[in-house]
């Protein structure tokens, strides 16, 4: 028996914006992101927490947002793959991921950078086998762990220098 | 996914009365890493989620109290490995914590959720059975302090009561030097649900304390006093029939995708092994 | 800005879209007034179906359109790349876990999902055969209808067909030695991190299909022909795909998505979960029997295989898979006498279609292993085996199809030189080498066009996919090359056919070598289209005009492209368009239909550290050596071959469906269907190339991007064997199975 969803208001910052929307109490954060904030930028796969496709930046952490309801993030702070790039120029994580050959047919690298991203942050200049670590929760089928890993680790470098 | 209220409690007493009001239509939200899941799939159809996330009590806090290191409901995994204390004095759980999933998974799994949720494959249950943690509740006749080996029943179900909620976990500050290890079966180096989990801890008394999980529905908890298991001299011969009483109570599933009895049954033997050696070493390094 | 750049590697195109998050999937387009779709199926491999009801479906709000086979015409329209079998929709019977028997259509998803819910089914479980044993008792049922093959001797049964090839005679050869075992390969998934999606609009009089193919101009066959619309009314758009691997070659469900925008009215949009493309595309399990007769000195005297693939409810590819994938089962050596019987034998199961390597890992992990047994019997090394045999370049390796076309030796040598055979390894390791081989395309057509516009830019068109493999960056490498501009100056249009030219499809890893030179030679035509002008200019004879690399050389002087252009082309402006056709016919004798372009190659070694109390197997090294002719983007050779390296160690270690007692799938979606995450990798990767310029692409290229999978199961069994002693033949390998087979071992 269908009845009108009810809809719950929420308030919060996706990349820097503050935004304020009605959600239902069943989406998940993907959802309302993809759907209501046309942020397509992070993706659908596994959907149970296992591919990392959807993974964000919220309140300083990244999550699987398909494991998060949109309601958990009102007044959280999400940054977004599309939140990246700032006057249309690209990070050096980005960059260092173009350079390195690291996106093949693409679609996990939106998850990737944020994984890394949030790795950079924590361990300015981590060991191979960290950054491993670090995006394991990050499934590549096209394969391209290698280059995603060279490229962490060169925007490490290039912080550094 | 089927759509559900959803309440956000700012205290305790509010969130009791509302499982009191809804009783099982009612599905606790921490973390959500098993919650979700299940909201999916539709083998939880909740009326009503209510979410612990704004409680006060319940905000994420590790910190020593009276002879206890007392872990709110709220604390995530990541923070758990993490901590200075929970790495030096309960090193086994530190392990742990960091393998439950990925890093995205340990940003929001709570300890409190990881028990609550009673998987018999939980990967903080045989550290938490080890150290000999309490889980403490507040509910309707108030607060209960509930011995995590009385705490698992079977998959998914705990002693929890109706309206009653997890406030923390508590576990006492060793009175005596202990080395520990976390060790699990996996089908992957990567990250992956355990096929059979086990924490050995040595102490400087000479008891062992074994504790397994993912062979049975539940985890299972045994003792040697006897001071043969974690003594470095003791022969392989004497330690055998020892660990064999211990493992007497495993039961794995037949009908389990991940690894069949057998092989779990003969992993726990090479885990006990493996990690009381460890636990050994690393006593003698504390 | 360098416009030379062949065997440079400059940034991918596409690249910056895909690190911003803004390129977009299919799933990613929305259009305005778009509906949600969701499938019904069931939860049995077969039945037959009784009744539907969708009238509560229908009544909920936002419902527009619920359809089963009795909304489709009659009789059911169906369509497949070999046969015409698979229905649109399932009618009567449903013959796999999964296979939808409605769709519903909604303004949201929640409604979607619901009227999904809401639709009833009546309908009774049948017996279903999934299994090869199975599918091949005669007291078993037939999962096809024996009125779909008539004059067909085997349509009574579920051998769909059978494929010998073979020279010599085997039966009359004898051997000092003969090694004969059995072993089997997985039901493994492509598990793109996409999942297929498709949308359907009408359009005019017409119809638009997005979806995430990779052939656009089948797919557009197959529409124009289900719904009787002539190819000019059917636009197909095909955005990159996020990962294909062969699993989103051919139609699936956009003939049903179709049928219900039409329905509709509206467009309507079907986006798959994980769980749905497991039970929508997979991989052929195989079984192979192999007998090798060998001499004591090493040289094969005889192979004699048995291949039975265990495909789908329906063929899909399936077929092809099976006779391309055995035909080269007896490996890249000189064999005096080979038999090869592959059957293609129908399942209730997920239709099985074309999967990165398309057939040959199966045939591969048998023969390759075998060979090792057949060294082991004389007391020979591994390596030295494979040497010996091996065929040189120009060999009739397989009597009536293209010789050796690579000196495959050096590729040998320098796998077994860098993973460094026969040195010493400590206890618990071991050593193992396979070769691969695959043939490329048999036939195919690829057109292209490449315009050069006034300011000296480029458009070029190309109707290939790009799904990963850097399609689009090596004809804008080629093209920037020819035609002297900066990759940042030319732009590649692919995935609409109703602009973009003729693509047969993009698979056996074709298009750096067809498409390639399709692009190739339109250049070539406005090269010559420039130098005409420049001579008309000048008052020279066009032979006396070359140009090269965007510079035109006249006899005594030279001149940019774009002053040429500026003046050639006058007040009036316009551009120079070239195309180019490359077309590899039939040959109708052939048993393939056409002898391979060119064959990939590949050598992989593995050093594997086995931990025998619990089975783990982990990949200390891992060499994989590739024969490529002429790497265009050396970059993006390595990414291909280091991640068809890393795919192969999943259906070596890791990945199979597991089925319950009555043939559905227990382990849909990704908790537990285990692939290779960063913490699976081999602790050392490398991957190189033997660059002999001697393909038959642009700059003597070969086609890649298979080679370094097809092998890699073989080459982790030997490392397994060599450290324990124990020969595996089944695989994955996965740690328990690994400790099983080490319990049952024979005691030392």
């Known amino acids: 028996m269908s009845e009108m969803v009810r809809t719950i208001p929420i308030e919060l910052t996706v990349n820097g914006r503050r935004r304020a929307l009605e959600v239902a109490a069943h989406h998940t954060l993907l959802e309302v992101l993809r759907d209501d904030l046309e942020l397509t930028g992070t993706k659908e796969c596994c959907l149970v927490g296992e591919c990392g496709a959807c993974t964000v930046s919220l309140d300083g952490r990244i999550v699987d947002s398909c494991l998060v309801l949109a309601v958990e993030a009102d007044g959280a702070a999400v940054l977004t793959v599309e939140g990246l790039a700032g006057g249309g120029r690209l990070t050096p994580l980005q960059q260092a991921f173009l350079d390195k050959g690291a996106a093949q047919c693409g679609f996990c690298i939106p998850g990737q950078l944020m994984s890394a991203l949030a790795l950079l942050q924590a361990t300015p200049a981590p060991t191979r086998e960290a950054v491993e670590e670090a995006i394991a929760g990050n499934l590549c089928r096209c394969g391209g762990y290698e280059q995603i890993i060279d490229a962490i680790l060169a925007a490490a470098e290039a912080d550094e220098r | ?286 | 800005m360098s416009a030379a750049s062949i065997g440079t590697s400059p940034n991918r195109v596409g690249g910056i879209g895909r690190v911003t998050g803004l390129t977009e999937y299919v799933a990613d387009i929305r259009l305005p007034d778009v509906l949600e779709a969701r499938l019904v199926t069931l939860e049995c491999a077969r039945a037959r179906i009784i009744s539907i009801d969708a009238s509560e479906a229908l009544k909920l709000p936002g419902v527009r359109l619920a359809m089963t086979a009795a909304d489709l015409p009659e009789p059911m329209p169906r369509f497949g790349p070999q046969f015409a079998d698979r229905p649109v929709i399932a009618v009567g019977e449903t013959r796999y876990h999964g296979e939808p028997v409605a769709i519903v259509a909604a303004e949201t998803k929640d409604a979607a999902e619901e009227a999904a819910r809401l639709v009833h089914v009546e309908y009774e479980e049948l017996p279903a055969v999934f299994t090869l044993a199975a599918a091949l008792d005669p007291a078993s049922p037939l999962v096809q209808d024996p009125a779909l093959r008539p004059n067909d001797r085997l349509a009574s049964t579920n051998v769909l067909r059978e494929h010998l090839v073979g020279w010599g005679d085997v039966a009359a050869a004898t051997a000092d030695v003969v090694v004969e075992n059995t072993y089997t390969f997985p039901m493994v998934t492509q598990f793109a991190i996409e999942p297929h999606a498709f949308m359907a609009a009408p359009d005019g009089d017409g119809i638009a299909v997005w979806s995430t193919i990779q052939h656009p101009y089948w797919l557009q066959k197959v529409i124009s022909k289900v719904l009787g619309l002539p190819l000019s009314k059917v636009r197909i758009f095909a955005p990159d795909p996020g990962g294909g691997f062969g699993g989103k070659q051919h139609a699936k469900l956009e003939p049903l998505v179709a049928f219900a925008a039409l329905r509709a009215g509206r467009p309507v949009r079907l986006i798959l979960s994980l769980e749905q493309t497991f039970q929508a595309v997979r991989r052929a399990s195989c079984e192979v029997r192999v007998r090798t007769g060998i001499e004591r000195d090493g040289a094969l005297v005889f192979e004699d295989i048995e291949a039975d693939y265990l495909i789908g409810a329906y063929a899909d590819i399936a077929d092809r898979v099976v006779g391309k994938g055995s035909y080269l089962a007896a490996g890249p050596y000189n064999v005096p006498a080979v038999r090869i019987v592959a059957r293609s034998v129908l399942s209730h199961t997920v239709p099985s279609t074309a999967f990165r390597g398309f057939g040959n890992p199966q045939v591969n992990w048998a023969v390759e292993s075998n060979l090792d047994e057949a060294a082991r019997a004389i007391g020979m090394d591994r390596l030295a085996i494979r040497l010996r045999n091996l065929a040189k370049r120009g060999d009739a390796f397989v009597p009536f199809d293209t010789p050796a076309d690579g000196d495959w030796e050096q590729t040998v040598n320098r796998a077994a030189e860098l993973i460094g055979w026969g040195s010493p390894l400590p206890p618990g390791y071991g050593r193992g080498i396979a070769l691969g081989i695959k043939s490329g395309p048999t036939t195919g057509l690829s057109y292209s066009t490449v315009r050069l516009l006034a300011d000296g830019s480029v458009i070029v068109y190309a109707g290939t996919s790009d799904m990963g493999q850097g399609a689009r960056t090596v004809f804008a490498q080629i093209a920037g090359q020819e035609l002297g501009v900066p990759l940042e100056w030319v732009t590649v249009v692919m995935g609409d056919t109703a602009i973009v030219p003729y693509d047969q499809q993009t698979s056996a890893s074709r298009s750096t070598v067809l498409m390639g030179n399709s692009v190739l030679q339109a250049c070539r035509s406005i090269q010559a289209q420039l130098a005409a002008m420049a001579a008309r200019l000048n008052g020279l004879d066009e032979a006396s005009v070359v140009v090269d690399r965007g510079v035109v050389h006249l006899p005594d002087r030279q001149l940019a492209v774009v002053d040429v252009l500026e003046a050639g082309l006058g007040p009036l402006g316009g551009e120079l368009t070239g195309n180019g056709e490359t077309r590899k016919d039939a040959e109708p004798d052939h048993p393939l239909g056409g002898s391979a372009a060119f064959f990939e190659f590949n050598c992989t070694a593995v050093e594997a550290r086995v931990d025998e109390e619990t089975g783990d197997v982990v990949p200390v090294r891992h060499v994989t050596v590739s024969d490529v002719g002429k790497a265009l983007n050396p970059l993006q050779v390595a990414m291909q071959d280091d991640g068809a390296a890393i795919m192969g160690l999943g259906h070596t270690l890791m990945e199979h469906y597991i089925f319950d007692e009555s043939g559905r799938i227990r382990n849909l979606g990704a908790i537990d269907y285990r692939i290779p995450t960063s913490m699976d990798l081999p602790l050392e990767l490398r991957s190189e190339v033997v660059e002999n310029e001697d393909g038959p692409g642009p700059y003597g290229s070969k086609g890649m991007s298979e080679g370094a999978l097809l092998c890699v199961a073989a080459a982790v069994g030997a490392a397994v064997q060599d450290a324990t002693g124990v020969a595996i033949r089944d695989l994955p390998l996965t740690p328990e199975r690994v400790w099983r087979a080490l319990q049952e071992r024979p005691v030392r």
């Not at chain 2, 550290?127 to 080996?149: F, K, P, Q, W």
């Not at chain 2, 045994?222 to 022969?235: F, K, M, N, Q, R």
């Open chain 2, 1 to 286: 996914m089927h759509t559900f209220a959803y309440a956000r409690p700012t205290t305790l007493a509010e969130a009791v009365a509302i499982l009191d009001e809804h009783g099982p239509g009612a599905r606790l939200l921490a973390g959500g890493t098993d919650l979700l899941i299940r909201l999916r799939d539709g083998t939880a159809r909740p009326v009503l989620v209510v979410d612990l996330k704004r409680i006060a009590e319940l905000r994420p806090a590790i910190r020593e109290e009276d002879g206890r290191l007392v872990i709110s409901a709220g604390t995530v995994m990541t923070d758990i490995a993490a901590d200075d204390t929970v790495r030096r004095f309960f090193g086994a759980l530190a392990e742990a914590a960091s393998v439950v999933g990925s890093v995205q998974i340990r940003n929001r799994a709570t300890l409190a959720g990881n028990v609550c949720n009673a998987s018999p494959a939980a990967d903080t249950a045989p550290a938490l059975l080890v150290y000999d943690a309490v889980v403490v509740t507040e509910g309707l006749s108030g607060i209960r302090r509930i011995r995590v080996d009385d705490f698992f029943v079977r998959p998914g179900v705990t002693t929890l009561g109706r309206a009653e909620i997890v406030v923390a976990i508590e576990l006492p500050m060793p009175a005596r030097k202990m080395g520990a290890v976390h060790v699990r079966r996996t089908r992957r180096r990567g990250h992956d649900l355990a096929s059979a989990t086990l924490c050995c801890g040595v102490d400087a008394g000479g008891v062992t304390r074994l504790a397994y999980g993912s062979v049975g529905p539940r985890p299972v908890l045994a003792v040697d006093e006897s001071g043969v298991l974690g003594d470095p001299a003791a022969p392989d011969a004497a330690k055998a029939p020892i660990f064999e009483r211990m493992f007497a109570d495993a039961s794995p599933s037949p009908r389990s995708m991940r690894a069949s009895p057998d092989y779990r049954l003969a992993m726990l033997r090479v885990l006990g092994t493996r990690a009381l050696r460890t636990a050994i070493d690393r006593l003698a390094q504390a």
